[in-house]
C-alpha cells in the first residue's frame, strides 16, 4: 500500500520530496507539505487509535485542531505524547505510534530550546483564511503596524481546501497575492504555524510558534500586545450524534473536502454523506468529481437545495431528502450506514428503510464559528437560529470577529467582513482606513440547515452507541444520566460526563452537548449557553511555556565575589534565597558534624573568616529618613550617631517579626540597613509600600546595595590580631573603635568599612569592600591569618554559633506569629516612641498574653541527643488520649563544641516562667526528657564580645 489513495494530481504537498515515515511499527511514504494524517488516509490508514473507555477503534474525523480522535505519540525526531494526527506536519523518519487516548512522556533530555518573544501591534490578526487576509491587507494598506499569525504552515485558510474560485481563478492565486502583498509592508509581521492561544485583558495575547525543521528552537511563545484585534478564526465543522457514529471511516464531510484539495487525498472509494445542510454537498461533487462512488447523499431536510439538487443529479447522486443515518457497521472501519426516514417535525424514525454500502461516511451537521478568543476575551454569545450556533454578540473592548468567526459563511462575506474588520481596527489604532479592491467570489443560493443535536435511534434507545464526546467516549446515555442525578446546567453536564475535556477542549462535542440537554429538557437553546472558553485553544506544551527559564535559569542564581573560593575549597551550597551560601568546609574526609564542631571550636579559641556578602543592605537617604527608620524599626533610629550601629526588629502591623538587622548611621540624613539574605527584597518591597502609600510627605530614597559590597566577618579571639595585619590606617583599639561602631579605612590596600558586630558573641569585625575587591581582600585575610590558622566557616557554624548566645533567626525561630517580647527582646522595643509598626498591636489581649509561646532554650537528659528541628513539645512523658495538647516545638537545634552536648532552641508555652521544669519532646519513635533553661547556653555576661 503506498499512497494507493492519493490523486495522480493535485493538492498542495510536493511530490518531488517523498518522505518516509513508520506508523505503529510499519513504514509508510507521504511528502513534504502532507500533515501524519493525510499521509495516513494516502495509504489507506483510516484506524490510528483505541477510544480511552471503551476500546474501540477510532479513525481520523477531521484535518485540523477539532479532531477528536486521532491521537497520536511521536517517537521520533523526539518523544512528544498527546499530538492529533492531523496537526503534526509529516517530516522524513517520523515515528509515531497510535494512541488510546492516553501518552507518555519523554525520559531523555529535550536537546531542543524553546524561547519567548514580546511584540506589539496596532492590529493584530488571528487566522489567514479570505477573512483573516483581507483584514490583514486593509489594515497594512492604512500603514498600521499588522501582526497576522495562522496555526497552519500556509496562509490561506478554508481556501486551501475547498478548490473554489476568486476572480474566475483558483482562491489560492488570491492567497498568493495577498501574501505577497503583505510581505512587501515592512510593518507587518507574518506569523505561519503560529497558534494564538490566550486572549487576555487589555489585549494581550500569547501564541505559540512551531518552528518546523529549526530542531534547535522547537517552539516558541509570542506575547503580543496589540492595540486592536480581529479575529478571523474561521469555524469548526459539527458532527451528528446517531448510533454506531464514531466508526473508522466517518469523517467531516468539509474535512474530506480538504484532503482531496489540499493533499490529493481520497479517504475512502465508496461514500454515502449525511447532512443537515448544503455545505456537505459540494464535498460530495468534487469526491465525486474525484472518482469517489458516492452512494447517496442522506438530507435530513424535506426539501433540499435545487441548485444542488440539479448538480446532484447531473452527476447520478441520489440524494434523501427527510432522511437519516440511524446506524452504522463494520468491523474496524464502517462498512454499512442503515437509513431512515425522519419527518422534519417527527422524533421519531421509521425503521430501517435502506443499507448502504461504503467505506466512508461523511457528515455535516452545520458549522460552529470559532469564538473561543472572543469568548476568552470576555465578549458575549447569542444563539442564532438561522446556523445553529453561537455568534459573538458583544464583543470586547477593541476586539472584532469577522468571516466564519462571525458567523459568515460565504466566501464573499468573509472577504467583505474581514476587509471592514481590519479597515475598522486601523481608524481605531489611529490610522486612516483605506478600502482596496476586493476579489470576486462566486455566491451559491443558501438554503437554511435544520439544526438537529440528535438522531432518534431504532437500535439504540438508551443512547449507549451514540457518542456525543469521541475524545472521552461520553455517549447521549452519559448526558441523560448526568440530567437524571439532577444537572441541569451545561457547566455541571460537562464535569459529570467529562464532555470538552479532552486535548479538543469540546471543539465537535460541545455545542452538540448543550443541544441534546436543551432538547431533552424542554429548554431554549440560548438559555442553555456554552461552557466557557478557557486558554489554551490547542494544547501547548509546559517546555514552551517555560522557554529558557528552566534547568540552571529556572531560578536565577546569585552568588558572591569569593564564590570561586568556596568552590574550589568544595564547600557544599546552601541555598538562601537565590543566593548559594557556603554550609561548611569539609576537610579530609569530614562529614558535616565534624566539619561543624571544628569550626566553631576555632572560632570560639582562634578565628574565623565568614562570607557574608548575601545579607541585604539598603542604603536610607534624604532628610527624614531617621523619622522613617522609627516608624519601620521597634527600636529608636533618629538618635544614633554618626560612626555607630544599632540592632534593630521589625514587626508587621500586627506586631509580628518581620525582619531583623543592623542600622549603621552612616551620614547626617544617611544610614545604611542590613536584612537577612533571603528576604532584601520582600523588606525592601516592604519599605517602598510604606513609603509610597503611607508616608509619601516624607522625603526618603531607599537604593538597594546588595550587589555592591562583598563583606567578610572575622569572628574569634584572634580576629584582631589578623586584621591588625591587613590595616593600617584603622585603630583597632577596644576603646578607639568600640563594640556596636563603623570605621572607614584600607584593608589589604583596598577601600573599606569595617564594623565591629557580632554574630557568635565572640570579638568580631565585618569588612566591607567594593565587591570588585572582595575576593583579593579575602585571599588577603586568609593569608594574614594563616599563621594563626585562621578557619574559613559555612552557614551551619554561623546558626550554631549564634544558637549558642540565644540569637534568634527570623524565618527559623520565628514564623510570623512571634512578637518581639515572645523573643524576650522587649529591650528592643521602644517605650518613648508615639508610633512605629505594630506598636498598637502590643496592647491587643492576646499580644499581652503571659501563656503565649516564647523562646527558651532545651537541654535534653541525654547529652548526646540532638533533637529534630521542629520536634513537638508535650507536657509528660505518657501521652495522654488525643487530641495531645502541644506545649510548642523545637525551632533550632545541634551539637555544641563549646557545650559538649546537644542543646536547642524552642518557642513554649509560658516558656520563661517554666526555666528549670523538665518537658518532653518528641524524639525518633518516642519522647525524650528536656530541661527549659534560658536561652543564652555560652557566655551569659558577654564577656568575650571585646577579645
Ligand atoms: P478560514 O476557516 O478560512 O480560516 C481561519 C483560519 O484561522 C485557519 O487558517 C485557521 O488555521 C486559523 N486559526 C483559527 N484559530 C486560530 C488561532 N487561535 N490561532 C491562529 N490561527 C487560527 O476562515 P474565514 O477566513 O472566516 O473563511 C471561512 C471560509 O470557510 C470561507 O471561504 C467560507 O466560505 C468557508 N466556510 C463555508 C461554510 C459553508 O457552509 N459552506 C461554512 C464555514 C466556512
Redesign the pocket.
Known amino acids: 500500500m503506498t499512497n494507493e489513495f492519493r490523486l495522480a494530481a493535485g493538492g498542495r504537498i510536493d511530490r518531488g520530496r517523498p518522505l518516509r515515515f513508520r506508523f505503529d511499527g510499519r513504514d509508510y511514504t507521504g511528502y513534504a507539505g502532507d500533515t501524519l494524517a493525510s499521509a495516513l488516509l494516502a495509504n489507506g490508514v483510516h484506524q490510528v487509535a483505541t477510544s480511552i473507555k471503551h476500546g474501540r477503534p477510532r479513525g481520523i474525523m477531521a484535518a485540523?485542531?477539532e479532531e477528536p480522535n486521532a491521537l497520536v505519540q511521536i517517537e521520533k525526531p523526539f518523544p512528544e505524547p498527546m499530538l492529533t494526527a492531523t496537526t503534526v506536519p509529516l517530516t522524513d523518519g517520523l515515528e509515531a505510534t497510535g494512541l488510546p487516548g492516553q501518552g507518555r512522556l519523554a525520559t531523555e533530555d529535550d536537546p531542543a530550546r524553546y524561547d519567548t518573544m514580546h511584540a506589539h501591534c496596532d492590529v493584530l490578526v488571528?487566522?489567514?483564511?479570505?477573512?483573516?487576509?483581507a483584514a490583514a491587507l486593509s489594515a497594512a494598506r492604512s500603514g498600521a503596524r499588522v501582526i497576522i499569525?495562522?496555526?497552519?504552515a500556509e496562509?490561506?485558510?478554508?481556501?486551501l481546501g475547498?478548490g473554489?474560485q476568486l476572480d474566475d481563478a483558483p482562491a489560492t492565486d488570491w492567497v498568493q497575492r495577498a501574501v505577497a502583498e503583505l510581505a512587501a509592508f515592512p510593518e507587518v509581521r507574518q506569523l505561519p504555524r503560529?497558534?494564538?492561544?490566550g486572549h487576555y485583558d487589555d489585549n494581550y495575547l500569547v501564541?505559540v510558534e512551531n518552528r518546523g525543521d529549526d530542531e534547535a528552537s522547537r517552539q516558541r511563545i509570542w506575547r503580543i500586545r496589540a492595540r486592536e484585534v480581529v479575529l478571523?478564526?474561521?469555524?469548526h465543522?459539527r458532527p451528528l450524534v446517531f448510533a454506531g457514529n464514531d466508526r473508522p471511516g466517518t469523517m467531516l464531510a468539509?474535512s474530506a473536502r480538504t484532503y482531496l484539495h489540499r493533499y490529493g487525498v481520497v479517504p475512502g472509494t465508496r461514500a454515502v454523506v449525511f447532512t443537515t445542510?448544503?455545505?456537505a454537498y459540494?464535498a460530495a461533487i468534487d469526491l465525486h468529481d474525484a472518482g469517489v462512488a458516492i452512494s447517496a447523499i442522506i438530507d435530513v431536510r424535506e426539501v433540499v437545495s435545487t441548485y444542488w439538487a440539479s448538480r446532484c443529479l447531473q452527476r447520478g447522486i441520489v440524494v434523501h431528502a427527510g432522511s437519516a443515518v440511524v446506524s452504522t457497521s463494520g468491523t474496524d472501519r464502517i462498512s454499512r450506514v442503515h437509513m431512515a426516514r425522519w419527518e422534519s417535525d417527527g422524533d421519531r424514525v421509521t425503521d430501517v428503510q435502506h443499507v448502504l454500502s461504503c467505506d466512508l461516511l461523511l457528515v455535516s451537521g452545520g458549522?460552529n464559528p470559532?469564538v473561543?478568543?472572543h469568548s476568552q476575551a470576555r465578549g458575549t454569545l447569542r444563539f442564532a437560529e438561522d446556523i445553529g450556533a453561537f455568534v459573538p454578540d458583544q464583543h470586547a473592548r477593541s476586539v472584532r470577529s469577522?468571516?466564519?468567526?462571525?458567523g459568515?459563511?460565504?466566501?464573499a462575506d468573509?472577504l467583505r467582513t474581514?476587509a471592514e474588520a481590519g479597515g475598522d481596527a486601523a481608524l481605531a489604532a489611529g490610522f486612516d482606513a483605506t478600502t482596496g479592491s476586493l476579489p470576486r467570489a462566486r455566491k451559491a443560493p443558501?438554503l437554511a440547515g435544520r439544526n438537529v443535536w440528535l438522531v432518534p435511534s431504532p437500535s439504540d434507545s438508551a443512547g449507549n452507541n451514540q457518542y456525543v464526546d469521541l475524545a472521552r467516549d461520553a455517549t447521549v446515555a452519559d448526558v441523560r444520566k448526568a440530567l437524571g442525578a439532577g444537572m441541569d446546567s451545561v457547566e455541571h453536564v460537562k464535569r459529570y460526563t467529562t464532555i470538552g475535556t479532552a486535548h479538543d477542549q469540546g471543539k465537535t462535542s460541545g455545542i452538540l452537548s448543550t443541544g441534546i440537554i436543551t432538547e431533552a429538557l424542554g429548554r431554549d437553546i440560548a438559555d442553555v449557553g456554552t461552557t466557557t472558553f478557557r486558554a489554551p485553544?490547542?494544547p501547548v506544551t509546559f517546555a514552551a511555556l517555560a522557554g529558557r527559564d528552566r534547568g540552571d535559569l529556572y531560578d536565577p542564581v546569585r552568588v558572591t565575589a569569593m564564590h570561586d573560593w568556596h568552590v574550589e575549597q568544595r564547600a557544599p551550597f546552601e541555598n538562601v534565597g537565590q543566593w548559594k551560601r557556603p554550609w561548611y568546609y569539609p576537610q579530609y574526609g569530614e562529614d558535616m558534624e565534624a566539619a561543624v564542631l571544628r569550626e566553631c571550636h576555632a572560632v570560639r579559641e582562634g578565628v574565623g573568616i565568614q562570607d557574608v556578602s548575601t545579607l541585604g543592605k539598603i542604603d536610607v537617604q534624604g532628610p527624614d529618613a531617621g523619622e522613617f527608620l522609627d516608624l519601620v524599626y521597634t527600636n529608636m533610629m533618629s538618635t544614633l550617631k554618626v560612626g555607630r550601629i544599632r540592632y534593630g526588629l521589625m514587626c508587621t502591623a500586627d506586631g509580628m517579626v518581620f525582619d531583623d538587622g543592623t542600622v549603621m548611621r552612616t551620614g547626617q540624613n544617611r544610614y545604611l540597613i542590613s536584612t537577612t539574605s533571603g528576604n532584601a527584597a520582600g523588606v525592601l518591597e516592604w519599605l517602598e509600600d510604606w513609603l509610597q502609600t503611607e508616608w509619601p510627605h516624607l522625603r526618603v530614597y531607599l537604593t538597594s546595595v546588595t550587589e555592591q559590597w562583598a563583606t567578610i566577618a572575622l569572628a574569634g579571639p584572634r580576629s584582631r590580631e589578623v586584621l591588625a595585619r591587613a590595616t593600617a590606617d584603622i585603630d583597632l583599639d577596644n576603646e578607639a573603635f568600640p563594640f556596636m561602631s563603623w570605621r572607614d579605612g584600607t584593608v589589604a590596600g583596598r577601600r573599606a568599612r569595617v564594623c565591629r558586630i557580632s554574630f557568635s558573641g565572640e570579638l568580631a569585625f565585618e569588612i566591607n569592600v567594593p565587591r570588585w575587591h572582595g575576593r583579593e581582600v579575602w585571599d588577603a585575610l586568609i593569608d594574614a591569618g594563616a599563621s594563626l590558622a585562621i578557619t574559613p566557616y559555612g552557614t551551619e557554624t554561623m546558626h550554631v554559633l549564634r544558637a549558642e548566645k540565644g540569637f534568634p533567626i527570623v524565618g527559623q525561630d520565628t514564623d510570623g506569629t512571634v512578637t518581639p517580647h515572645d523573643l524576650g527582646m522587649s529591650w528592643a522595643v521602644s517605650k518613648k516612641k508615639a508610633d512605629f509598626l505594630g506598636k498598637r498591636s502590643f496592647s491587643r489581649a492576646d499580644t499581652a498574653r503571659t501563656d503565649r509561646k516564647q523562646l527558651v532554650g532545651l537541654l535534653p537528659a541525654d547529652e548526646d541527643l540532638v533533637l529534630a528541628e521542629g520536634a513537638q513539645l508535650v507536657e509528660h512523658s505518657e501521652l495522654p488520649e488525643p487530641p495531645v495538647p502541644m506545649l510548642g516545638h523545637v525551632t533550632s537545634s545541634y551539637r555544641s563544641a563549646a557545650l559538649g552536648r546537644g542543646f536547642a532552641l524552642a518557642l513554649v508555652k509560658g516558656g520563661r516562667d517554666r526555666i528549670g521544669d523538665t518537658i518532653y519532646s518528641t524524639a525518633g519513635d518516642g519522647l525524650a526528657a528536656v530541661t527549659i533553661t534560658e536561652p543564652v547556653f555560652y557566655d551569659k555576661e558577654g564577656a568575650r564580645r571585646d577579645g
Request: aromatic share 12%; hydrophobic share 45%.
Open positions: 485540523g485542531v488571528v487566522g489567514a483564511g479570505p477573512a483573516g487576509l499569525a495562522d496555526a497552519d496562509f490561506g485558510g478554508s481556501l475547498t473554489e503560529t497558534t494564538v492561544f501564541a478571523a478564526t474561521g469555524s465543522e468539509g445542510n448544503d455545505s459540494a458549522w470559532a473561543h478568543l469577522a468571516g466564519a468567526a462571525g459568515f459563511f460565504d466566501t468573509c474581514g443558501v485553544y490547542t
